[in-house]
């Protein structure tokens, strides 16, 4: 069970060691909504993306009770927040990653001193192996998203939302396992149940989505996107993720690789900001014109930073 009560635990377990994040205004795309827009910027997390906040409440949780060795899969960000939060409070790290994650997030958790498994051609793969070697070596595992104290860790966000804009209409989140969507709704709702939650994702390969649609945990081809971030499976053995999006969610988003590619460019442009493809899909659903029917003010999350450079540098100029 995830309660507003476990979230106020995990914001007292990770103070000292998560920043408040900011939450800024973007003037252009409030012209292109039509409402006030804010900018909810989990970009400037040390390793880049808001995983942070789950993997150390889940992290100080456990050391708290002489846990010693963790062990996750991950599609990159979770796994490289795991690996700082375990260096952080002397446990050992293992990641274990598909063949689909970019080299630039493979190469910072293995700079974070973690072991990283490359194993398979999805994330299911990866989660079967970490789930393995829990087991033979010892260890807990901690899930990307669904487990209680990563997606109290998340809902963090939505704590510092609320505080920073009573007010605040709807938030749109990146959506992918729903660890982050679970636990900002469960917060935001928790304090004002007339917020409007929308989770936006990726045209192709949304598991949640499908998931959602079919009314039970599904399974979906993983195919390359912009969005790395949003890939993978939501588990069919779901326990937490999928049941709590069902119910707090509000609308579902889905947006197409040019859409995506747009949001980047405009984050660059026109924020300053360089997002990764899977924290460009609110701004992109912004830019879509999607979000325009809503009213009152909105908060978008930009979840992570951690794209290749490369890959930015070619968006920008091609734009
Ligand atoms: C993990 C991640 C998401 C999606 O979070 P879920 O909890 O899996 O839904 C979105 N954006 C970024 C940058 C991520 O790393």
């Given at each position: 069970?995830?309660?507003?009560?476990?979230?106020y635990?995990?914001?007292?377990?990770?103070a000292?060691?998560?920043?408040?994040?900011?939450?800024?205004?973007?003037?252009?795309l409030?012209?292109?909504?039509?409402a006030?827009?804010?900018?909810?910027?989990?970009?400037?997390?040390?390793t880049?993306?808001?995983?942070?906040?789950?993997?150390?409440?889940?992290?100080?949780?456990?050391?708290?009770?002489?846990?010693?060795?963790?062990?996750?899969?991950?599609?990159?960000?979770?796994?490289?927040?795991?690996a700082?939060?375990?260096?952080?409070?002397?446990?050992?790290a293992?990641?274990c990653?598909?063949?689909?994650?970019?080299?630039?997030?493979?190469?910072?958790?293995?700079?974070?001193?973690?072991r990283?498994?490359?194993?398979?051609?999805?994330q299911?793969?990866a989660?079967?192996?970490?789930?393995r070697l829990?087991?033979?070596?010892?260890?807990?595992?901690?899930?990307?998203?669904?487990d209680?104290?990563?997606?109290?860790g998340?809902?963090?966000?939505?704590?510092?939302?609320?505080?920073?804009?009573?007010?605040?209409?709807t938030?749109?989140?990146?959506?992918?396992?729903?660890?982050?969507?679970?636990?900002?709704?469960?917060?935001?709702?928790?304090?004002?149940p007339?917020?409007?939650?929308?989770?936006?994702?990726?045209?192709?390969?949304?598991?949640?989505?499908?998931?959602?649609?079919?009314?039970?945990?599904?399974s979906?081809?993983e195919?390359?996107?912009?969005?790395?971030?949003?890939?993978?499976?939501?588990?069919?053995?779901?326990?937490?993720?999928f049941?709590?999006?069902?119910?707090?969610?509000?609308?579902?988003l889905?947006?197409?690789?040019?859409?995506?590619?747009r949001g980047?460019?405009h984050?660059?442009?026109?924020?300053?900001?360089?997002?990764?493809?899977?924290?460009?899909?609110?701004?992109?659903?912004?830019?879509e014109?999607?979000?325009?029917?809503?009213?009152?003010?909105?908060?978008?999350?930009?979840?992570g930073c951690?794209?290749?450079i490369?890959?930015h540098?070619h968006?920008?100029?091609?734009?």
């Amino acid at each position: 069970m995830s309660t507003l009560a476990h979230v106020y635990r995990a914001r007292q377990r990770i103070a000292g060691r998560i920043c408040r994040t900011p939450l800024v205004a973007s003037p252009a795309l409030a012209r292109m909504v039509g409402a006030p827009v804010y900018l909810k910027l989990e970009t400037v997390h040390p390793t880049g993306s808001f995983k942070l906040r789950g993997a150390t409440n889940a992290l100080v949780a456990l050391a708290e009770q002489g846990v010693k060795r963790v062990v996750t899969a991950s599609t990159g960000n979770h796994g490289r927040a795991l690996a700082y939060a375990a260096r952080a409070l002397g446990m050992e790290a293992t990641v274990c990653l598909s063949a689909l994650v970019p080299q630039n997030k493979v190469d910072a958790i293995a700079a974070l001193g973690a072991r990283v498994v490359i194993v398979g051609n999805g994330q299911d793969d990866a989660q079967a192996e970490a789930l393995r070697l829990a087991r033979e070596r010892g260890g807990a595992c901690v899930p990307p998203f669904d487990d209680p104290l990563v997606i109290a860790g998340q809902a963090t966000i939505g704590l510092e939302i609320l505080e920073a804009l009573p007010d605040v209409a709807t938030i749109v989140v990146p959506l992918s396992g729903g660890g982050l969507f679970s636990g900002v709704a469960l917060a935001a709702k928790g304090i004002q149940p007339q917020v409007r939650m929308i989770g936006a994702t990726m045209e192709r390969g949304a598991a949640m989505h499908a998931s959602l649609a079919a009314g039970k945990p599904v399974s979906v081809d993983e195919v390359k996107t912009l969005a790395d971030s949003l890939g993978g499976g939501i588990g069919l053995d779901n326990r937490h993720t999928f049941m709590l999006t069902r119910a707090l969610i509000d609308r579902v988003l889905l947006l197409d690789e040019a859409a995506i590619a747009r949001g980047i460019v405009h984050a660059y442009r026109e924020e300053r900001l360089v997002v990764e493809g899977a924290a460009a899909v609110g701004m992109a659903a912004a830019l879509e014109r999607m979000l325009s029917a809503e009213r009152g003010a909105l908060v978008i999350i930009v979840s992570g930073c951690n794209i290749d450079i490369e890959l930015h540098r070619h968006l920008i100029g091609a734009a």
